[in-house]
């Protein structure tokens, strides 16, 4: 009986070193089959766009296809919890944004993920500079006119976003609250409303990301007050940086590529590799610009992990002042 016992013992140790070493190898050889990248974003959206364009090289680099998986719903929750779920082997990955990592997860009451604990972050990609603009009939031409313009009438001019809890929605609230400023929030349900609005002159200030804005400004459609971060933006020169003013402000929203917590550290390093390869590449330096895109200094993922924990507190304290809340 004993003897029995030990022999079946000994299979079921030697059973779990075969499986383990077998997915050793696995993970030695990764990857072996298609990747998913979830966008937590519907076709077409800009996030979706830069996935496909980061999808195709990836591809090349791995020599394995990259699915794009569009999951778009409850201000990117719905996608970041489907891969916070899913097996922690690198064959899914998130392409995160500040919005799915930093706003969300604050805002809403009952947030399905933890962006610390669920995720291994692996490299950011690119950031979205956003501009105030103004309509053309508004009385100011600078970040200084605006805001004395605002402050002799309360209460008297409005402004724009895409929703509570939107980049839009806070950074015009950081204004509002160092300045004690009365302006009425229009919210919107997607930018080319919002947009329409203030091209018409119905709406008069707005933060939008500089996707929207570029051309606009361009043709002349708007005014460009200043920009949300502190950095002089590449994409316009011309327009200075609203810290030129307000000492400070500096803010802006990222793209990046996360895992599922607990990915081993090798696929880690090696989707870093792969990645930073790609956004050291002119080519796609020019295709972040044709986005209304940045780069951003290339990081490692350690970095990347503490740059989601350094933004999390900031992120807090504007979404406390702005009230925003979603149930």
């Known amino acids: 009986m004993m003897k029995s016992a030990f022999l079946?013992?000994?299979?079921?140790?030697?059973?779990?070193v075969a499986t383990s070493a077998s997915l050793a190898s696995a993970q030695d050889n990764y990857p072996t089959r298609p990747i998913k990248l979830v966008v937590p974003y519907p076709p077409g959206a800009l996030t979706d766009l830069l996935a496909r364009a980061l999808g195709q090289r990836l591809a090349i680099e791995l020599k394995?296809?990259?699915i794009i998986d569009n999951k778009a719903g409850a201000g990117t929750l719905i996608g970041a919890e489907f891969v916070a779920k899913s097996l922690a082997d690198g064959y899914t990955l998130l392409m995160a944004t500040s919005t799915t990592l930093g706003i969300s997860p604050l805002l809403y009451t009952n947030s399905p993920i933890d962006p610390i604990k669920d995720f291994e972050p692996i490299s950011r990609v690119?950031?979205?500079?956003?501009?105030?603009?103004?309509?053309?009939?508004?009385?100011?031409?600078?970040?200084?006119?605006?805001?004395?313009?605002v402050e002799h009438a309360p209460g008297k001019y409005n402004y724009a976003s895409v929703g509570s809890g939107s980049p839009h929605h806070l950074f015009m609230e950081i204004l509002k609250a160092q300045y004690g400023l009365s302006l009425q929030h229009v919210p919107y349900k997607g930018t080319a409303a919002a947009l329409g609005d203030l091209l018409a002159a119905r709406i008069d200030l707005m933060f939008l990301d500089a996707t929207a804005a570029v051309p606009n400004i361009q043709a002349g459609k708007v005014i460009a007050l200043g920009t949300s971060s502190a950095q002089q933006?590449?994409?316009l020169p011309s327009v200075p940086p609203i810290?030129?003013?307000?000492?400070?402000?500096?803010?802006?929203?990222?793209?990046?590529?996360?895992?599922?917590a607990g990915t081993p550290k090798t696929t880690v390093m090696l989707l870093a590799a792969a990645l930073e390869r790609i956004e050291a590449s002119a080519e796609f330096k020019e295709?972040?610009?044709?986005?209304?895109?940045?780069?951003?200094?290339?990081?490692s993922p350690a970095d990347f992990a503490a740059a989601i924990s350094a933004e999390r507190p900031r992120w807090a304290s504007v979404i406390k002042t702005s009230g925003a809340k979603v149930e």
Request: proline share 7%; charged share 15%.
């Open 8 to 16: 079946l013992l000994r299979f079921a140790v030697l059973a779990m």
């Open 64 to 66: 394995q296809p990259v």
């Open 126 to 149: 690119g950031s979205v500079n956003f501009f105030l603009v103004a309509n053309r009939e508004f009385k100011a031409t600078t970040v200084q006119q605006m805001l004395e313009a």
């Open 233 to 235: 933006t590449t994409l």
């Open 243 to 260: 810290a030129a003013t307000v000492p400070g402000f500096d803010w802006m929203a990222w793209q990046g590529i996360v895992a599922p």
């Open 287 to 299: 295709e972040l610009h044709r986005f209304g895109m940045e780069p951003l200094p290339l990081q």
